[in-house]
């Protein structure tokens, strides 16, 4: 490692860095949206490992991590303990952790701001890339993208997705850093003026950077947007709200169910009382039914009452427990019995979707053995067998691309309801073991998928955040937190694939390869310094 040149800061500020870094980035999310502080926090966290050696760049980035992830995730800790929270942000903090070490090993590209802005980027959506898979399937939650549901950088979803918006995001991060972050790495020897480093950005205005960064965000506002053009269909979303939040929820399933088919058999007086207008379909939450209304005839008996009372299918999400199957948190679509004019018709379930990515330590539970040892809630987890087909329903005259709760975060399980015809989105959730931090985190990845897939979208909560969202990512009827609610709009369908949709995960592989092709010319660029530092000069011979 050649030395380092007077930009470097002393560690103290470095750790003072780091260390506002990760309440800057928390406050990027909802609920407090302020998207324009995440490239705040970007060039913060840039800053603080600039020039460090490669542990002290970990620990650097551990400390903005654990700062970061520890109140975002606070949610977490509600209803399971302290142990378990902290456990999953520590685990989240190790990838920032790793993110501050390839930051501080870019170093000596800063001289060319041209190649260090784009490459810390890279490195920012690598760390992403690497944290949405592992381990046990990876955890998405916090990610750049996921802050920006009010920043024209979300356009930039609809090119290439999450993936492209968290590059943006720390593009504009790294030029505002550009400004005050000087070169830090030289071939210079002391007493010579041979071989010194020199770059654009050694010479930049401080305003460059900024005047830079929002041109980019500027930029974003010309992408063009695909508006769903399709049949308007009108669709309510019910939220029956639970007695109690927290894990008893599970306890009290019967008045969960209740909840749902009286809102519904509600909203079916208003049509046929009240001359109120009739949707098409409607859409329960997860958990609406967490008793088996495939094993329980008093359960089928009573969503069958609802979607007779409206005359329309409902999507409902349940819980099935087919022991040669095991237990499955599921959508079915279930059709009434009659149809809008009264007529008699094939009731019951025509179609299913079994939820692809149970949470790991939340309805599956990997080395039950270690974490029953860190909390006593571990057996109330059953191990829930995952399905292995895209959600795609027909419900009414929609295609739905169906996902249950977290699936949200994950990019290739919603691209695959699109690309298998899914006409609108919906989002079935359970938020009732959460707050409304965590409901309106999530509402905000509903925004982006709307954007990234050019479709108009929903989210249906038991107890809140329930809204709408149109292909351009604003949001309509947003329900309250822990309250029953019925909303309901009408939805454009939508046809044919954004740029995103089409390319899939192609952008992400593109920019994870420049991230790693920028450690490797990092590692050259260092083996060349050490080399010229070595070599002998005139006044040594």
Known sequence: ????????????????????AGPVMLVAFPPYGWWWAAPVAVALAAASVHGRRLRAGFGLGTLTGALYFTPLLSWTN????????????????????????????I??????????????????????????????????????????????????AALGGAPLVTFAVACTGALLAVAFI???????RPGTDAGVTRGWCSRVKPATGPVLAAAVAGAALLVPLRQPAGEAVYVAVVQGNVPRLGLEFNEQRRAVLDNHVRATVELGRKVTQDGARRPDLIVWPENSSDIDPLRNADAAAAISTAARAVGVPILVGAVLTDPAVGVENAGLVWESDVDAAGNPRQGGVSGRYTKRHPVPFAETMPLRDIARIVSKEVDRVSDMTAGDTPGVLQVGPATVGDVICFEVAYDGLVRDTVTGGAQLLAVQTNNATFDEAEARQQLAMVRLRAVEHGRDALMASTVGISAFTDAAGRTYAETGFNEGAVILRELHLGEGRTLATTLGAGPEYVIVMLGIAGLVAATAVRRRSRAALAAPTEEDV
């Open 1 to 20: 490692m050649g030395p380092a040149v007077p930009g470097v800061l002393p560690l103290w500020a470095a750790t003072l860095l780091a260390a506002a």
């Open 78 to 105: 509600l209803h399971t303990g302290m142990v378990p929270w902290l456990l999953l942000s520590t685990l989240q903090a190790l990838f920032i952790g790793l993110l501050g070490a390839a930051t501080a090993w």
């Open 107 to 156: 170093s000596p590209l800063r001289a060319r701001a041209w190649v260090w802005v784009p490459l810390l980027a890279a490195v920012w959506t690598a760390q992403e890339a690497l944290r949405d898979r592992a381990p046990f399937g990876g955890f998405p939650w916090g990610r750049l993208a996921f802050s920006q549901d009010t920043s024209p950088l979300l356009r930039l």
């Open 182 to 188: 000087r070169p830090t790495y030289s071939t210079h």
